[in-house]
């Protein structure tokens, strides 16, 4: 039901920031919490940032805590990573991903708790 599509990845190098974006259509976000995922080659998709449906709480793995920024435009259907100093080991495709759920104040960590996934978008920072 919901479409998920990623954009504003690209190749930069270390230290230059990116903003990826998600842009959601099909429903709003009312009642789904997000979340970004990114998955190198040969590495498990792993989370990077989470928000929640309606509390606007936050939560992010600790490699990205302090550069990356998870927010959302709700008039827009849209899921924003602002990722700021990054670094080599940030190259991966990054995916966003959005579940159905009535806990407003909850944020998701597993890629199994989520229902709708984008088709993603590449990342590479070069040192």
């Known amino acids: 039901q919901v479409q998920l599509v990623e954009s504003g990845g690209g190749l930069v190098q270390a230290g230059d920031s990116l903003r990826l974006s998600c842009a959601a259509s099909?429903?709003?976000?009312?009642?789904?919490?997000m979340g970004w995922f990114r998955q190198a080659p040969g590495k498990e998709r792993q989370f990077i940032a989470g928000?929640?449906?309606?509390?606007?709480?936050?939560y992010y793995t600790a490699s990205v805590k302090g550069r990356f920024t998870i927010s959302g435009d709700n008039a827009r259907n849209t899921l924003f990573l602002q990722m700021n100093s990054l670094k080599p080991e940030d190259t991966a495709a990054y995916y966003c991903?959005?579940?159905?759920?009535?806990?407003?104040?909850?944020?998701?960590?597993?890629?199994?708790?989520?229902?709708?996934w984008g088709q993603g978008t590449q990342v590479t920072v070069s040192s």
């Open positions: 991903a959005a579940k159905f759920t009535r806990a407003t104040w909850a944020v998701f960590t597993t890629t199994r708790e989520y229902d709708y």
């Open positions: 099909g429903r709003t976000f009312s009642n789904y919490a």
């Open positions: 928000i929640s449906g309606g509390a606007g709480n936050t």
